[in-house]
T-cell receptor, first 111, second 114 residues
Framework: SQQGEEDPQALSIQEGENATMNCSYK?????LQWYRQNSGRGLVHLIL?????REKHSGRLRVTLDTSKKSSSLLITASRAADTASYFC???????????FGEGTQLTVNP | NAGVTQTPKFRVLKTGQSMTLLCAQD?????MYWYRQDPGMGLRLIHY???????AKGEVPDGYNVSRLKKQNFLLGLESAAPSQTSVYFC?????????????FGPGTRLTVT
């Protein structure tokens, strides 16, 4: 079964609004990563947060991690139509070297 | 750098046929991975390799074999294709250096088994 579960499955917003996606996982982790996938393409790494970090920023992206609740959120601020894509969380367990992906959130940003 | 490339991009097989998917990376990465992605699902790990000459099973290895004879290449084989193996297959690689955790993905191979 998938390690990560994402919420919501689909999200539709207007350009300029913020988008928040959530991810929950089950086991102890080394780090949690977020990836983006445009339709018909491979995944692209966005941001990584380590298990001893609580919040991280990269441009318009903000990631939080709550290891006590085994959950993470990805916030995209001031969204653009070009942000339309599927977003996946992935966890690297403490055993290392492998990622387990969630089922993804399909984000649609309407111009 | 080309990054991670996959061959072929598309393929249609009949049940029982065999084929090999090729993944190549030019980043001198130690780790390589094969995933499959089915509609409405995330990626599931089939097999992976932590270095030349090594392979290990992932979450869904049945029906697949892999080989890592050269560091830059990771091959995924289907010996006797089944309709359940219809999927999009992604290869990824990662540096073996500690603190370099992100995976780099290829563009995918869309496989249909009829």
């Amino acid at each position: 079964s998938q390690q990560g579960e994402e919420d919501p499955q689909a999200l539709s917003i207007q350009e300029g609004e913020n988008a928040t996606m959530n991810c929950s996982y089950k086991t102890s982790i080394n780090n949690l990563q977020w990836y983006r996938q445009n339709s018909g393409r491979g995944l692209v790494h966005l941001i990584l947060i380590r298990s001893n970090e609580r919040e991280k920023h990269s441009g318009r992206l903000r990631v939080t991690l709550d290891t006590s609740k085994k959950s993470s959120s990805l916030l995209i601020t001031a969204s653009r139509a070009a942000d339309t894509a599927s977003y996946f969380c992935a966890t690297e367990e403490t055993s290392g070297s492998r990622l387990t992906f969630g089922e993804g959130t399909q984000l649609t940003v309407n111009p | 750098n080309a990054g991670v490339t996959q061959t072929p991009k598309f393929r249609v097989l009949k049940t029982g046929q065999s084929m090999t998917l090729l993944c190549a990376q030019d980043m001198n990465h130690e780790y390589m991975y094969w995933y499959r992605q089915d509609p409405g699902m995330g990626l599931r790990l089939i097999h992976y390799s932590v270095g030349e000459g090594t392979t290990a099973k992932g979450e869904v290895p049945d029906g697949y074999n892999v080989s890592r004879l050269k560091k830059q290449n990771f091959l995924l084989g289907l010996e006797s294709a089944a309709p359940s193996q219809t999927s999009v297959y992604f290869c990824a690689s990662r540096s073996g250096t500690s603190e370099a955790y992100e995976q780099y993905f290829g563009p995918g191979t869309r496989l249909t088994v009829t």
